[in-house]
């Protein structure tokens, strides 16, 4: 149990083009989902909270209008890169806590890796 | 600041010993303790999780918590080459975000 699936696992845009990158929880329902990126040979940093329903939270130093975050159903999660740069290269990983417990652990999509040239 | 430690590594162990890993929170609230296996390019994979004091065994790994000295830490026993990955220990914040170390790199030694 506690699947989650992301898409797409790769993707190569051009400065300056948008990336849609989609969270689903395949088999339980999820209000709410983690978004976390990963530059090489460094750990994975929070970037916001999707809330179902309402407004993403974000970490501080995480541009809002830049990486838009929708949370429309209790099953996805979408994250957009706006107006990508080559410095948004990175993975990008989607989570969500398996139902249970209020604190009990992500579970992980497989990631997405994203290279702007 | 919140921040989760860890050794960087990379820890070497030969095959078939036990590989220790240590990880170190700040923040004392904190009530929940993961512990995660990436392999290169992945994503990471949930190994053990912990909330109480003491130790907690799961085949080959045990994660082992003392909130009062603010540490966590998995031992693998009986180590495999396919236990060569980075290992991140993972901190549920008071304010439930996640917080992840910085891991340690394991190689198990054939």
């Known amino acids: 149990g506690a699947v989650v699936s992301q898409h797409p696992s790769r993707v190569i845009c051009k400065s300056g083009t948008s990336v849609k990158i989609e969270c689903r929880s395949l088999?339980?329902?999820?209000?709410?989902m983690f978004w976390y990126r990963q530059f090489p040979k460094q750990s994975l940093m929070l970037m916001a909270t999707s809330n179902e329903g309402s407004k993403a939270t974000y970490e501080q130093g995480v541009e809002k209008d830049k990486f838009l975050i929708n949370h429309a159903s209790l099953t996805l999660s979408t994250l957009t890169v706006t107006s990508a740069h080559p410095e948004d290269s990175s993975f990008y990983i989607c989570?969500?806590?398996?139902?249970?417990?209020?604190?009990?652990?992500?579970?992980f999509g497989n990631g997405t890796r994203l290279t702007v040239t | 600041q919140k921040e989760v430690e860890q050794n960087s590594g990379p820890l070497s162990v030969p095959e078939g010993a036990i590989a220790s890993l240590n990880c170190t929170y700040s923040?004392?609230?904190?009530?929940?303790f993961f512990w995660y296996r990436q392999y290169s390019g992945k994503s990471p994979e949930l190994i053990m999780f912990i909330y109480s004091n003491g130790d907690k065994e799961d085949g080959r790994f045990t994660a082992q918590l003392n909130k009062a000295s603010q540490y966590v830490s998995l031992l693998i026993r009986d180590s495999q080459p396919s236990d060569s990955a980075t290992y991140l220990c993972?901190?549920?914040?008071?304010?439930?975000?996640?917080?992840f170390g910085p891991g340690t790199s394991l190689s198990v030694i054939p």
């Open positions: 923040d004392r609230g904190s009530q929940s």
């Open positions: 088999d339980f329902q999820a209000t709410t």
């Open positions: 989570s969500a806590r398996a139902p249970g417990r209020g604190n009990s652990p992500l579970h």
């Open positions: 993972a901190v549920n914040d008071p304010y439930d975000k996640v917080i």
